[in-house]
């Protein structure tokens, strides 16, 4: 009977902690839509107001500025006060400014938007990550369910503004300001129902780890710069150098895409398997091969499915780092969820103008060419990580 009791405890638990992510699985996937909308708006930037590659990759680096330079205070912030309205306000950010971006008749005031669209997003990673894993306690498939929200965010961007953005203009960004205000009073409204008392009750859980954290985050910097860089080009290459159509290349953005939440629901189930350093270095090499095989695919439909196993591979480390760097500073939760999902993902968009200017000089396919070699220095890194102390 006791040990009844208290499966049935656990159990309820368990369905608790359940429906209490699903808040903060919606809210990362509104929050990392409008990083998804940013490079599916790109294209019409370039092809409606005439864009250089170099101006085009500047908007890229406009979002990513603003996501990444606030980033390591807001987590400093946040893993020493409550700040239960970072994270709303952040998506509401988010929204406004990419949303208005569209709008905005000069370049400056097209960057000041998206670099305000940034700021909105490094808001909500780090609160929204240590309170995720308040909620999550310790379930690593929360945690993975938690960072797939992101993914999908980033995946329904080009599927849902790709259309609007083809038959409205550049202007239609505009149309996706509401479910960031929305998202952002419901957020709201739960942090004031549910997190009373929850950051007093945490208690020191271990030592901190910053060496291994600091190669962990370079890690997430090589990934977010091959994510970031096919998420701007990938369209253009299909455009421009395999002749695809305007649609057709929004679709294999797409699909890298739909790749990407796929693959990081597929390395939180293989971490469960075979454990989380594993896994970072099997997606870090596995991505080698697909980057190359993406590039030199000559037909633009039969690419739609290489662009789905690229986005698989470059993503399989993507939750993994997330729980890991959580597991290397226990005592800051908001910090490592701030720099995986936001600092880290933000400074591969540092890295865009560079590709900008290969694109300028030498055509979008000599940027995928570039991406091919850029796993090898995740490999190397990968493979010097040391195992994490266990969490209680």
């Avoid at 893993?79 to 952040?90: I, M, Q, S, V």
């Avoid at 901190?208 to 701007?232: K, M």
């Avoid at 597929?266 to 870090?284: E, F, K, N, P």
């Avoid at 993507?318 to 226990?330: I, R």
Wanted: glycine share 12%.
């Amino acid at each position: 009977m006791v040990s009844t009791g208290v499966r049935d405890a656990t159990s309820v638990a368990t369905t608790s902690a359940w429906k209490r992510m699903r808040y903060w699985v919606i809210a990362h996937a509104v929050d990392d839509f409008y990083q998804g909308l940013v490079p599916a708006s790109i294209p019409f930037f370039v092809l409606e107001r005439h864009y250089s590659y170099v101006a085009a990759s500047g908007l890229a680096l406009a979002a990513a500025l603003g996501s990444s330079l606030p980033q390591p205070v807001l987590g400093l912030l946040a893993d020493r006060w409550r700040l239960l309205w970072l994270a709303p306000a952040g998506v509401a950010v988010a929204g406004l400014g990419a949303g208005l971006a569209g709008l905005a008749p000069t370049y400056p005031m097209v960057w000041m938007l998206l670099l305000l669209s940034g700021i909105g997003v490094a808001a909500f990673h780090p609160s929204a990550g240590r309170d995720a894993r308040r909620d999550a306690g310790n379930s690593a498939s929360a945690m993975s369910l938690f960072a797939a929200g992101g993914s999908v965010g980033f995946f329904l961007a080009p599927a849902l503004a790709t259309p609007a953005l083809v038959s409205y203009g550049v202007s239609a960004t505009a149309f996706f300001i509401p479910p960031a205000v929305l998202m952002g009073f419901v957020l709201w409204r739960y942090q004031l129902r549910h997190s009373t008392g929850a950051l007093a009750a945490r208690s020191t859980v271990g030592h901190d780890r910053w060496v291994p954290f600091l190669v962990l985050t370079a890690i997430a910097v090589v990934r977010a710069i091959i994510s970031f860089g096919l998420s701007t080009f990938i369209a253009l290459y299909w455009i421009n150098s395999l002749g695809g159509a305007r649609s057709l290349g929004g679709a294999a953005l797409t699909a890298f895409m739909a790749g990407g939440v796929a693959g990081t629901l597929l390395g939180g189930r293989i971490a469960d398997r075979i454990g989380m350093l594993r896994t970072v270095q099997i997606g870090s090499v596995a991505a080698i091969p697909a980057l190359v095989t993406l590039r030199i695919v000559p037909d633009p439909q039969l690419g739609l499915a290489v662009a789905v196993l690229t986005g698989v591979t470059v993503n399989i480390p993507f939750a993994v780092l997330v729980k890991l760097g959580q597991d290397y500073l226990p005592n800051r939760p908001g910090t490592a969820a701030g720099v995986t999902l936001g600092l880290a993902v933000s400074a591969g968009g540092l890295f865009v103008p560079v590709l900008g200017t290969i694109a300028d000089h030498q055509g979008p396919q000599a940027v995928l060419t570039t991406l091919c070699f850029v796993p090898v220095v995740a490999v190397g890194l990968a493979m010097i990580l040391p195992h994490p102390a266990n969490r209680g």
